[in-house]
């Protein structure tokens, strides 16, 4: 049972394009939403998070809109670079059994054409 | 700090034959992870460790076992590799509490024929 949903499952844009990469969840239980890069042969790395009471949050180029009525977030990423190239996973996360439970989504594949 | 660190990073294994993962992280963090990353699918906990001397089952635990061997190191063992366990696996570790992101190793590449 997938609960968090992401899409694209792949995406290719330009230099300077604003690719967007969108998912959605059940849990309602889920605080806590973090956005993952990972680039090839590494493992991911936490790109930005944000908390269900904030509806946007930007950190330099990647912003994160959050809309908690229809449980979906997404991630927007201005003025793409080559060098973003990578898989983004958003993941959201709750206490489950005394412990802080991540679900990850699918991925997206993103490249970015010079 | 070297973070969190796995060896090793690539193993070819044939079906029945068994093998400890090994996963360190030197950032004092209670609470380590093991997943899986398979295509298309995500990565899925495998075990996990809140703190020293406690593990429990996450997603997909069948086929492994853990140790939770002291605060630094946490393994993940196959005791009879099988195909369908061929996947990359990932060490992460994180300090308690909510908002405290996951740091994770570089990976382990591994193949079961």
């Known amino acids: 049972q997938q609960q968090v949903k992401q899409s694209p499952q792949s995406l290719i844009v330009q230099k300077g394009g604003i690719p967007i990469i969108n998912c959605a969840y059940e849990n309602t239980a889920f605080d806590y939403f973090p956005w993952y890069q990972q680039f090839p042969g590494k493992g991911p790395a936490l790109l930005i998070a944000i908390r269900p009471d904030v509806s946007e949050k930007k950190e330099g180029r990647f912003t994160i809109s959050f809309n908690k009525s229809a449980k979906q977030f997404s991630l927007h990423i201005m003025d793409s670079q080559p060098g973003d190239s990578a898989t983004y996973f958003c993941a959201a996360s709750a206490v489950s059994g005394g412990y802080q439970k991540v679900t990850f989504g699918t991925g997206t594949k993103l490249q970015v054409i010079p | 700090n070297a973070g969190v660190t796995q060896t090793p990073k690539f193993q070819v294994l044939k079906t029945g034959q068994s093998m400890t993962l090994q996963c360190a992280q030197d950032?004092?963090?209670?609470?380590m992870y093991w997943y899986r990353q398979d295509p298309g699918m995500g990565l899925r906990l495998i075990y996990y460790?809140?703190?020293?001397?406690?593990?429990d089952k996450g997603e997909v635990p069948n086929g492994y076992n853990v140790s939770r061997l002291n605060k630094r190191e946490f393994s993940l063992r196959l005791e009879s590799a099988a195909p369908s366990q061929t996947s990359v696996y990932f060490c992460?570790?994180?300090?308690?509490?909510?908002?405290?992101?996951?740091?994770f190793g570089p990976g382990t590449r591994l193949t079961v024929l």
């Open positions: 460790s809140a703190s020293e001397g406690t593990t």
């Open positions: 992460a570790s994180r300090l308690a509490g909510v908002w405290n992101e996951q740091f």
């Open positions: 950032m004092n963090h209670n609470s």
